[in-house]
């Protein structure tokens, strides 16, 4: 069936950096394509999201990418922080006549280093 | 948690037994979700309300009924609760489908 998936479990990187979390999706139809954050014990967060007819929307310190045409999302989390260590969720929106949904992927640990 | 409380934050129960979630919203939001989220699934839509008394099954609504009777308040019902139940819940609001504020869960442990 459709689905949302992220590329990798885990990603680790040093206070200061730049992470990019990836994310591939296989429904072309979606709407909107969303990034959430949460963190240990804590509800997900909304980051940012992109309609479909977008390429690249940018927020504070992050950067969604679109790429439709291999049907790959990406966030950019620019000078990493201690306080961005979360598991980061991409998700899409499709709306239809028979209602709208909301699907998930499994998620990407972020692991900052001081 | 953008104005989303859920209770109880924890709750152990035995098999069988009925429980019920509560959310509460502050804001005024047309839409309310509830998902549940277990390791390997990631988060699931159970069921989900589109307005007072308008509500849709999700992904995994067997075994899990919701009521809204006004806009700031829905609930997850579990009529006879099941060890596959046990999960963390989380409640969400929206005013767009695609933009939703999650509350701070409620663990569900069923014995």
């Known amino acids: 069936g459709e689905s949302v998936g992220l590329h990798l479990p885990t990603l680790s990187v040093q206070e200061g950096d730049n992470s990019i979390i990836n994310c591939a999706y296989s429904?072309?139809?979606?709407?909107?394509f969303i990034w959430y954050k949460q963190e240990s014990g804590k509800g997900p967060q909304f980051i940012i999201d992109i309609r479909s007819n977008m390429d690249k929307r940018q927020g504070q310190r992050v950067t969604v990418l679109l790429n439709k045409t291999v049907k790959h999302l990406s966030l950019q989390i620019a000078a990493t922080q201690p306080g961005d260590s979360a598991v980061y969720f991409c998700a899409e929106f499709l709306e239809e006549t028979s209602g709208s949904r909301l699907t998930f992927g499994e998620g990407t640990q972020l692991t900052v280093n001081p | 948690d953008a104005g989303i409380t859920q209770s109880p934050r924890h709750k152990v129960t035995e098999t069988g037994t009925p429980v019920t979630l509560r959310c509460h919203q502050t804001?005024?939001?047309?839409?309310m979700y509830w998902y549940r989220q277990d390791p390997g699934h990631g988060l699931r839509l159970i069921h989900y309300?589109?307005?007072?008394?308008?509500?849709d099954k999700g992904e995994v609504s067997d075994g899990y009924s919701v009521s809204r009777s006004k806009t700031e308040d829905f609930l997850l019902t579990l009529e006879s609760a099941t060890s596959s139940q046990t999960s963390v819940y989380f409640c969400a609001i929206g005013q767009q489908g695609w933009e939703q504020y999650f509350g701070p869960g409620t663990r569900l442990t069923v014995t």
């Open positions: 309300s589109y307005g007072v008394k308008d509500t």
């Open positions: 429904n072309s139809a979606s709407d909107y």
């Open positions: 804001e005024n939001h047309r839409y």
